[in-house]
Structures are given as structure tokens and as C-alpha cells.
């Protein structure tokens, strides 16, 4: 199924990484004409030997015929994109983003672009870069967009064909509660999880961490997986979901000094309690 | 290789969950004749049925002519065990344990018995009870024993043998170490990942949770695994590993509240440094 987007078959990716490089795919697949940007020549010529996009340049000029232009982008070049990018935007063309933050990136764009629809396609691996895109990353994930009042509503559907055909479950928000929402379960995780590498990581008994070094097992990996990725990512949330971020915090803060009250006092039955409720809250999200 | 034990080829084994049904198929496969005891004469007949041992009783009396036996019993059975069992312990064989916590199981059964020797082989699923058992749990898994100045030097090495002979790789320490060991790469993570699904779990605002069910993936999936998962083994945990626990537990504090602090105050450049230095860590031990 091929949408009949915004008037043209054209599409543009700005940043060929692992969501832009796997959106290229996926819409080349479904017989679109991609026009793939990177920031350097090197990475312009391995995204054309890779096949992410038809056409893959520096230049932002390419983007001109675009009737879609996905801005595959870090938060931070979201939040503040150069004047070069905004310049190449065609007026007509809808505009969408792939951050994991809304809010902020909302914000700004409604004063930059009249078009834009922000997107948050929740889909990932351990990898990053040129070589990380692969197809179908988007398959039965879902695809949260922000809506609010000054939402444009045919680019609106034009986005939501998009996700449609690429396979993904289409979710709409307000971008306070998508904001609050990944930080409960995505934000807080990652930062909990490097609390706990950096716990271990400080602690000065060589004998004890030679034994933890050989007994650590599935359970301390999947723990430390997402505390353990990428730093710039942990930064960039950290930097850009701020409140909703410390929000959380201060609830776990709260949940880690119950238990410890419980364990401190000898309370063992209310601990089983609380243990017992935690145990039939996870599959509720799974 | 059939290790030679420790004067016949009997082995008997107390309790036929998953530790103990997972040694009984194994010890059976390498020539052992096990017995099993269940508590439970439906369990018991199951037992049978699935071949954990060639003789399954709840009478502690079949025991009599075991060289070995292991008691694959609760943390809490291991450290008050029953009269009936202490009856049932030939004084010349040779008796091992499985649990998590060493320090308080080595230091009751000192005064029990003579030819004690403190063992945690270390694996696991997600499953429990007499249906769990399974054959090669424990190929090059960690099996620690804990050894003191009392130990049975023979004892240690009929127990050595036979964790060799079932793939184990074997490692010896001192109580208290494994303890704190077990404590950060074990136990801390079971509270953290507790702590995460109460933090969802109190979260009053409905618009947000249900959104956050949609959003919940992988990366909530393995933070939150065991600390979902069985709330005896928790409680179990806290109750004779407390003072261990709640060092790690005050670390893991400290921790958290250091990276809090970097976000209230946009300390952006330090919290990037805090996370490349926990990246780093996570490989030393995986």
C-alpha cells in the first residue's frame, strides 16, 4: 500500500541513523522516492551503498520537491535546528520528527513551520550510525503523534498513513502526557538502571568485585542494559524532559526508601505485600 | 565421569523444585542413583513421573543410605530446618545446601553438622515447583561454595567433583564476601527493579498510565524482570541477607540522588561524564 501523501511521491529523511536509515527502507519498499541527507560526504556515500534512500546528499537542496520530510534528528538539533534546515523546508511540504521528547520540540515548531506534526516512533536497538538501519524496525511498534489545537489536520492524516504502511500502531497524545508517559517507563528506567552501574562501579572491595564480576548474570544484564547504552541519549533527555524526568525520580526515590524502611524495620510482611502487588502490576504493561 | 563420592553412588536430594529436580536429572544422567524427597505426596508422585529421581519419597528415611545430600530447600528451611531433617542426615555423608545466602546457613550448620559444606550454584528461569527441573541448568554456570577454617576438606572435594561433573564452574569464598557480592549484582537489583514497578504502580494519573501500557516496551521488560517476579524469594533475600542488602542499598541511594542532583542543577557536561563512566562498567561484568 502506498498512501498518496501530499501530492508528490517524494519524501525527504534528514539523518540516515537507525530510525532515519530504517524509515528509508521501510518507504522505499512501499514504492516511495527517499531523498536521504547526512552531514558529512563519507556517511552520504556508505547510505547509498547501503541502499537507505534513492538519493542521498549533503545538501540540503534536495529536499525542495519533497511533499514529506522526516527530520531524523538528536532532540538537541530538534530543539534548536539550524537556519540552513528551516530555510530548506518547502512551505506546503508536512514536516515530522522522530524525538522521544515532544513537548519542547512542539513548542518551537509551531513558530517555525506551519506544517510540522510531531512524531515519536517508538522502536530501537543496541546499535546507532550509518550501519545501524534495517527494515521493518517499525513493524507492530507504536507511532506516538502530538496533537493540539493548532494541529494541521491534513498533514495529520498524511503522517498517519505513513505509520499505517510501514506497520506500526498509530497512538495520538498531548505532548505533556507522551512527555510524562516515557518518562515513567522509558526516562526513569535508564536512569535507575545507571544508578546501579554507577553503585557498583564505586564500590572499593576489590575481592567482593572480582567474585560479582564472575557471578553477575542475566539478571544484572538486563537491569544495566539501558542504564549502560549511549550517554549523549541519557543527556539528551535529561536535558530536554527535565521536570517529568525529576518527577519521576522523586517518586522512585519515595518507592526505594519504603522498601528500605520495611527491610530496616524487620517488617516482613509488609514487604511480601508490597512485593506481591509489584508483581502483578508488570504484566499490566507487558 | 562419575565422580567416586564419598563411599556409594547414593545421592539424596531434599526438595525436587527447580534446583533440585535440575540436579536430580542431571546426577541421574552422569550414573547416581538419587533420591528425591518432596513434602508433599502429590508432588512426590509427579516427581516420579517426570524422572527427577529413581526413588521419590516424602519419608526423610529413604536418606539413610545416601553419601550426599543436598538440601535444595527455601533460604528459611535451610536456616531453621526441621528436627525430622537433622534426624534423617546419616552422620558420614556428606551434606550440601543451594541458597542464595551463606553466612547464616554456614553458621547454623557448623553446630549440625560436621560434614557441611555451604554451596549456591547459581541459575535460574523464571519457573518454580516440580515442574521446573530441567537438564543441564547448570553448564557453566557459577556454582561458589563457601569455605572457613572448619571446613571438611573431604566434603569440599566430593562436592567439587560433583559441580564439575555437571558442567558447574566452580568457585570457592568466604561467606561474607559472597554475600556482598550476591548482594550488589543479585539482590540490590531485585529491590531497584521492585522500586520501578511501585513507582508505575502509585502513579495516580489514569490518561498517563494507560498511555504508558501502550508505550511499555523492551527496555521496561528487562529493568523490571526480577523485580517482578517471585515475592517470597524477595522477602527470603531481605530477611537473612539484610545487613548486606541495605549497605547496597544505601550505596544505590547515594547513587541515584548524585544523578539527581546533576539534573536539577544542568549540570550537563558532569552527567555526561557520570554516564560514559557507567558504560564503561557494564562490559567488566557481562
Same mark, same amino acid.
Not at 21 to 29: E, F, K, R, T, Y
Not at 160 to 189: C, F, M, R, Y
Given at each position: 500500500?502506498?498512501?498518496?501523501?501530499?501530492?508528490?511521491?517524494?519524501?525527504?529523511?534528514?539523518?540516515?541513523?537507525?530510525?532515519g536509515?530504517?524509515?528509508?527502507?521501510?518507504?522505499?519498499?512501499l514504492?516511495?522516492?527517499?531523498?536521504?541527507?547526512?552531514?558529512? $560526504?563519507?556517511?552520504? @556515500?556508505r547510505?547509498?551503498?547501503?541502499?537507505?534512500?534513492?538519493?542521498?546528499?549533503?545538501?540540503?537542496?534536495?529536499?525542495?520537491?519533497?511533499?514529506?520530510?522526516?527530520?531524523?534528528?538528536?532532540?538537541?538539533?530538534?530543539?534548536? +535546528?539550524?537556519?540552513?534546515?528551516?530555510?530548506?523546508?518547502?512551505?506546503?511540504?508536512?514536516? &515530522?520528527?522522530?524525538?522521544?521528547?515532544?513537548?519542547?520540540?512542539?513548542?518551537?515548531?509551531?513558530?517555525?513551520?506551519?506544517?510540522?506534526?510531531p512524531?515519536? +516512533?517508538?522502536?530501537?536497538?543496541?546499535?546507532?550510525?550509518? $550501519?545501524?538501519?534495517?527494515?521493518?524496525?517499525?513493524?507492530?511498534? +507504536?507511532?506516538?503523534?502530538?496533537?493540539?489545537?493548532?494541529?494541521?489536520?491534513?498533514?495529520?492524516?498524511?503522517i498517519? $498513513?505513513?505509520?499505517?504502511?510501514?506497520?506500526?500502531?498509530?497512538?495520538?497524545?498531548?505532548?505533556? &502526557?507522551?512527555?510524562?508517559?516515557?518518562?515513567?517507563?522509558?526516562?526513569? +528506567?535508564?536512569?535507575?538502571?545507571?544508578?546501579?552501574?554507577?553503585?557498583?562501579? $564505586?564500590?572499593?572491595?576489590?575481592s567482593?568485585?572480582?567474585?560479582?564480576?564472575?557471578?553477575?548474570?542475566?539478571?544484572?544484564?538486563?537491569?544495566?542494559?539501558?542504564?549502560?547504552?549511549?550517554?549523549?541519549?541519557?543527556?539528551?533527555?535529561?536535558?530536554?524532559?527535565?521536570?517529568?524526568?525529576?518527577s519521576?525520580?522523586?517518586?522512585?526515590?519515595?518507592? @526505594?526508601?519504603?522498601?528500605?524502611?520495611?527491610?530496616?524495620?524487620?517488617?516482613?510482611?509488609?514487604?511480601?505485600?508490597?512485593?506481591?502487588?509489584?508483581?502483578?502490576?508488570?504484566?499490566?504493561?507487558?
Open positions: 500500500m502506498q498512501p498518496s501523501l501530499n501530492g508528490s511521491n517524494k519524501i525527504g529523511i534528514v539523518g540516515m541513523g537507525l530510525i536509515g530504517s524509515l528509508g527502507l521501510d518507504l522505499q519498499s514504492g516511495y522516492e527517499v531523498f536521504g541527507i547526512t552531514n558529512k $560526504e563519507k556517511t552520504a @556515500i547510505a547509498k551503498e547501503r541502499g537507505l534512500a534513492q538519493v542521498v546528499s549533503t545538501d540540503l537542496g534536495i529536499l525542495s520537491n519533497c511533499s514529506v520530510i522526516i527530520l531524523a534528528l538528536p532532540i538537541s538539533q530538534l530543539i534548536e +535546528p539550524s537556519h540552513e534546515l528551516i530555510n530548506a523546508l518547502p512551505k506546503q511540504a508536512v514536516i &515530522t520528527d522522530v524525538g522521544s521528547v515532544k513537548a519542547p520540540v512542539e513548542q518551537n515548531w509551531q513558530h517555525i513551520h506551519s506544517r510540522f506534526i512524531s515519536h +516512533p517508538m522502536a530501537g536497538t543496541a546499535q546507532s550510525g550509518i $550501519e545501524a538501519g534495517q527494515k521493518h524496525l517499525f513493524s507492530g511498534r +507504536p507511532w506516538v503523534t502530538t496533537v493540539s489545537n493548532n494541529t494541521d489536520k491534513k498533514g495529520l492524516k498524511v498517519n $498513513e505513513l505509520a499505517l504502511a510501514i506497520g506500526s500502531q498509530w497512538i495520538t497524545s498531548d505532548a505533556k &502526557t507522551h512527555d510524562e508517559a516515557v518518562a515513567l517507563i522509558s526516562h526513569l +528506567p535508564l536512569f535507575t538502571s545507571a544508578a546501579l552501574l554507577k553503585t557498583v562501579g $564505586e564500590n572499593k572491595n576489590n567482593l568485585l572480582s567474585l560479582a564480576k564472575s557471578l553477575a548474570s542475566s539478571g544484572f544484564a538486563d537491569t544495566t542494559r539501558v542504564g549502560g547504552g549511549n550517554p549523549n541519549l541519557g543527556v539528551d533527555i535529561a536535558t530536554h524532559n527535565t521536570k517529568a524526568l525529576l519521576t525520580l522523586h517518586d522512585y526515590q519515595n518507592a @526505594i526508601n519504603r522498601l528500605e524502611d520495611l527491610i530496616l524495620s524487620n517488617q516482613w510482611h509488609e514487604l511480601q505485600k508490597e512485593l506481591e502487588k509489584v508483581h502483578e502490576i508488570r504484566p499490566e504493561f507487558l
